[in-house]
């Protein structure tokens, strides 16, 4: 497939793949029929671990790349397994590497320094508080296995991975050294003199595949100490410490990389300020072109990313533009190809979700334009989904508050109209860092992890009308603290504010469906974006863009 996330079961005479319904459309369009597909979510499906009880018998074994896996996961199905008598074999050695003839190398490209006055916080500070956060759990060290916990941690990014701003390596923090596994080519001398490299308090280099055996060894001479390995950590990790020696909630660094500082938040302010620039010069652009009959999802994309491109600061796109009209709107994680290519019309939804990477912060929005006039039905879906859009983003709740509760604001309009949608509702934003960001988000799904204030999310409920058409909105949200009412003394409510700043096209709404509070939120939505965005369009000499941001502002009621 072009792109997925799921997971490949392979037996001696089946092949199946489970996904989510992010990717049921495209799994069914690029499958071939060697494939099953195993729609992830959807009432009868089983999950993985009941298949393979069902297929296999006592004492079958099934093999797992230990180092592909996490171990929450591969505890999961391991524990289900076991009842029924299967052995479960974390393996060392992957056997699709041993016939993937022409997997490409791994990238070798140059790492380079997130300076202070975009991380706000020096990278050794970052180092004494984790350092902070292990004597409290009373952990001798920290192993860092996400990327963008490497990345934010050492205040370093680099681009071995499209559209995100990361490189592979590894981190150990213990109390008296910070380790970076990874392969030193990469490294200039101005990281490492950023490093502080063969300097007291300075990182010790080791090589990429050194980490495994490393963590072994510390593990082996520091019994009973604890060290610190994420279950989201691959099993490779866990298996090489004892149970009883591993803390397994996520690491410090995961809640500090969500958390943004207040250079970092400004910085993502002042980064979806360019972003909506780009976006309203493009969507004026189609509004001109789309009644010509050239442009095509392909192209659109291609004139978004030059738009961008234009702004201070853009480094690359945060993710494959999704770039989808009429039905291909419907597949969730659409990426139009020279053999999809669909021609944008006045008959059909287009939707458009995008973003950036910029020093300064990360971008992600989503809009729905209809070049004719749409039909009554899809502005219903439309509204309901701006309806959900507007309840989760003014929503005031405890702080603290785990994701997973906010997820039916979100729904509640969708759910009255008898329509819901397949995926989550809102996933954490990095700091010109991964555009999908953990541990925070809104979904049904989503970890409990509680949100608090300086957290960035998206905001993104949906609809989607299989063969015929696509609705989804989408903003960057940042979650702040917030005044209420009666609020106990001592006890912080929070709330939503959108950073993202482009209008939502006003005859895909129906306006009679919304009630005064929404057409209030979304005139002062609008007025914003002229009030902020405006500026900076007519100081660009962006003067068609100026004139449909102006047009899509026009206040309600």
Known sequence: MLSCVGTAVVTGDKALLWTDGRYHLQAVAELDHNWTLMKAGLPGTPTIEEWLAIELTTEDHVGIDSLLVSAELFERYNKALLKEGIALVAMTENLIDKVWEDRPPRPLAVVFTHPLEYSGKKWTDKVQEVRVAMEKAEAIAVVVTALDEVAWLLNLRGSDIAYNPVFFAYVIVSSHDVRLFIDQSKLDQSCRDHLMVGKAGGVKLYGYDEVVA???????????????ISNKSSQRFSQAVSKDQCITKLTPIALMKAIKNDTE???????????????????????????KGHVTEVSGAHQ???????????????????????????????????????????????????GGQYRDGTTDITRVLHFGTPSAYQRECLTRVLKGHIALCTAVFPDKTAGNRLDSFARSSLWEGGLDYLHGTGHGVGSFLNVHEGPQGVGIRSSPEPLQAGMFISDEPGYYEDGQFGARIENVVLIKPTETKHGPKGKTFLTMEPVTLVPIQQKMIMFELLNEKEIQWLNDYHNLCLDIVGPLLEQQGRKEALRWLRHETQLIG
């Open 214 to 228: 490393s963590v072994t060894d510390l593990a082996n001479q520091n019994k009973p100490n604890k060290i610190w």
């Open 304 to 354: 978004l990313e030059l738009y961008r491109k234009e702004q201070d600061n853009f480094v690359s796109l945060s993710f494959a533009t999704i770039s989808s009209t009429g039905p291909n709107g419907a597949v969730i994680h659409y990426r139009p190809t020279v053999e999809t290519d669909r021609a944008l019309c006045a008959e059909e939804l287009y939707l458009c979700d995008s």
């Open 265 to 291: 938040v400004s910085g993502m302010r002042s980064a979806h300020i360019r972003d909506a620039v780009a976006v309203c010069e493009y969507f004026a652009w189609l509004e001109r072109e789309v009644p």
